[in-house]
């Protein structure tokens, strides 16, 4: 996992394939969510989070991220719920869709190594550091 730049942070989670881990800096919690955009409205992002040992398939269905619009949509069960009645999981990643623009100091977060757009392993320090390859670089 690499640490991304707070100023890289929105560039890289829209990229369309992303894989992040959140962490607090104030409790030390982490969660790890799979971030992909839907193949028919580039606004629409589908959000799944790490729910079990294998970091490759064990990824659940949490809710929908509009970038259009700034707002995050959290899985029916939870419409209707307030917000600190959410698990963690899901409080967390709606605490990065509210400041993505502006990511605080006390949030970390980090990418798994793959380019946010078409998920090949990076190998370039500077793509490492940035989250995508030179060749998706265009897209962001």
């Given at each position: 996992?690499?640490?991304?730049?707070?100023?890289?942070?929105?560039?890289?989670?829209?990229?369309?394939?992303?894989?992040?881990?959140?962490?607090?800096g104030?409790?030390?919690?982490?969660?790890?969510?799979?971030?992909?955009?839907?193949?028919?409205?580039e606004?629409?992002?589908?959000?799944?989070?790490?729910r079990?040992?294998?970091?490759?398939?064990?990824?659940?269905?949490?809710?929908?991220?509009?970038?259009?619009?700034?707002?995050?949509?959290?899985e029916?069960?939870y419409?209707g719920?307030?917000?600190?009645?959410?698990?963690?999981?899901l409080?967390?990643?709606n605490?990065?869709?509210?400041f993505?623009?502006?990511?605080p100091?006390?949030?970390?977060?980090?990418?798994?190594?793959?380019?946010?757009?078409?998920?090949?392993?990076?190998?370039?320090?500077?793509?490492?550091?940035?989250?995508?390859?030179?060749?998706c670089?265009?897209?962001?």
């Amino acid at each position: 996992m690499e640490r991304l730049a707070k100023e890289r942070v929105k560039n890289f989670v829209l990229g369309g394939n992303a894989i992040i881990t959140i962490e607090s800096g104030m409790t030390g919690k982490h969660f790890t969510y799979k971030i992909t955009r839907s193949k028919t409205d580039e606004n629409l992002y589908f959000v799944k989070s790490l729910r079990g040992a294998d970091n490759l398939s064990d990824y659940v269905y949490i809710g929908c991220y509009y970038a259009d619009t700034k707002y995050f949509h959290p899985e029916k069960r939870y419409k209707g719920v307030a917000t600190y009645a959410w698990p963690k999981s899901l409080q967390a990643i709606n605490y990065m869709f509210k400041f993505l623009d502006n990511i605080p100091d006390k949030l970390i977060i980090y990418h798994e190594g793959r380019c946010c757009v078409c998920g090949r392993r990076l190998t370039t320090p500077e793509s490492i550091e940035l989250g995508v390859g030179p060749e998706c670089a265009k897209y962001v």
